[in-house]
């Protein structure tokens, strides 16, 4: 047999077993061996990782790239960048905010046009489920979409209007058929419209006074009880029609008893949130600070903590950034609207670190993270024979980082698009040395290192 192409080795490198010295032996572009440290052929080129964690490449399963049509918010040039910078070694593209949507199979023939040669990580596409395109859900499929997306409520752009029961149901049945994965936006709109005429009617009541510069009048307007009725509402179909099910960014505690039910019920059901969501806390958010608005919305500390004791126990399966970028006049930062401004966060490249400097504080491991952000996120898009672990056979995909070193963030640093940050200032544990995807050095220390080599996917390739 020929000798591996290279060999990276370090004293913690992350199998999907342990954390041990290893070496990872490369050919072809995937892992051909796992062995002891010093399992070094005589003659191998090695790439040294001494102290730092070699990782899996980061999997992220919910990123917004906006092209073609929006590209001014996000396109695949910047965000796969970005991706690159922060580890993260494959993203799979939401259905929405690009024009046209992946909702047929033209908007996805449209979306792979619009990435071809600009990617400098792997990218999937997700499939959409929105009124009137039941037709375009199994020719998507076997075009090479990894799973399907709704909203129960709507998206915040016309283009892809969200699903009641009633247009659900058929949808589900096929996608049942197919063993496609719906993954959902679990608000429920009775709530949220509830909630907003409540505060129009009573505008002048504490705590909440209508003014849209007070973060607490956005976070009236999204209820916990939004997404406890969308996730029984979920439950509910994905018991009668035996339909993988995923809910995305989940942020509502209030919501995990239902979660956890359903769960030891058996049920083909698994649950994601997002660092928003664990590392900020309404209480913290100031006045007009409009980069916080997301939806769902991020709530309270002790919310927050719920959602850590949730992901620690297994009830939420992953942690993946929803990255969904505006220009930043879409913000209203200057007149500080949380009402109107355009609701998204992105943190595609702080990923990581983010979840390193708030998951040590926790007693959570290097392991834990890599199942969390790697596995994890690879299996729900159905890329686990590719991606998400360093096992022999999968992709050479690695990021090699340094858990004790620090860094702050500004603007200069950030590789998508747009900078506008909650993130702005933080200073930050974990920093990304280098990054490998299928066996090639695409970053290392602040520099892209070749030209854009990112693959497009399909599901089952």
């Known amino acids: 047999m020929s000798l591996p192409r290279f060999v990276i080795r370090g004293q913690r490198v992350v199998t999907p077993d342990e954390v041990r010295p290893a070496s990872i032996h490369v050919r072809d572009g995937k892992i051909a061996a796992v062995g002891a440290f010093d399992d070094v052929p005589q003659g191998c080129a090695v790439v040294e990782a001494g102290a730092s964690v070699v990782m899996p490449g980061l999997v992220d399963s919910h990123v917004h790239v906006n092209e073609p049509g929006r590209t001014e918010w996000e396109g695949f040039a910047t965000a796969t960048r970005a991706a690159a910078a922060g580890g993260v070694t494959t993203i799979v593209d939401m259905p929405l ?50 799973g399907f997306k709704c909203f129960l409520i709507h998206s915040g752009v016309d283009e892809f209007p969200n699903v009641t029961e009633r247009e659900l149901r058929p949808a589900m049945a ?31 009541a504490a705590p ?95 919310n927050r903590e719920k959602l850590w004791d949730a992901l620690d126990e297994g009830s939420i399966d992953m942690i993946v950034s929803d990255h969904s970028p505006c220009p930043p006049a879409l913000k ?32 959570h491991d290097f392991k834990q993270l890599a199942a969390w952000m790697s596995d994890a996120p690879a299996r729900l898009a159905g890329l686990e ?64 290192t070749s030209r854009p080599l990112g693959a497009l996917l399909k599901r089952g390739v």
């Open 97 to 146: 905010n690009s024009i046209p949507p992946t909702t047929t199979r033209q908007g996805l023939d449209a979306k792979r046009a619009a990435a071809e040669g600009k990617c400098h990580v792997d990218v999937a596409f997700w499939g959409g489920v929105v009124p009137g395109n039941f037709d375009e859900l199994r020719p998507l499929y076997e075009a090479g979409a990894v």
């Open 174 to 204: 096929e996608l049942a058929e197919l063993g496609a994965v719906l993954i959902v936006h679990a608000e429920a709109p009775g709530p949220v419209e509830r909630a907003t005429q409540t505060a129009a009617t009573h505008a002048h």
């Open 208 to 302: 909440v006074d209508g003014d849209p510069r007070r973060y607490a009048s956005f976070l009236a307007s999204r209820p916990d009880a939004a997404e406890s009725e969308a996730v029984a509402l979920m439950i509910r179909l994905c018991r009668e029609f035996g339909t993988r099910v995923h809910i995305v960014h989940h942020s509502s505690a209030d919501a995990l008893p239902l979660l956890r039910e359903a769960r030891a019920e058996g049920l083909p059901l698994t649950v994601e949130t997002c660092p928003h969501y664990l590392c900020l806390a309404a209480e913290n958010i100031p006045d007009g600070a409009t980069e916080f608005k997301c939806c769902p919305p991020i709530r309270g500390r002790d």
């Open 332 to 363: 209203r930062r200057d007149e500080g609207d949380f009402l109107q401004a355009w609701g998204g966060i992105s943190s595609l490249q702080l990923r990581l670190p983010l979840m390193w400097t708030h998951a040590r504080t926790r007693g």
């Open 385 to 448: 024979a590719r991606k998400g672990a360093i096992a022999v056979g999968l992709d050479a995909d690695f990021v090699v980082w340094n858990p004790e070193a620090s860094f702050r963030v500004e603007p200069s640093i950030i590789r998508h698009r747009h900078k506008l940050t909650p993130y702005a200032g933080q200073v930050l544990r974990g920093v990304v040395e280098a990054t490998f995807l299928r066996g090639e050095m695409i970053y290392e220390r602040d520099s892209l």
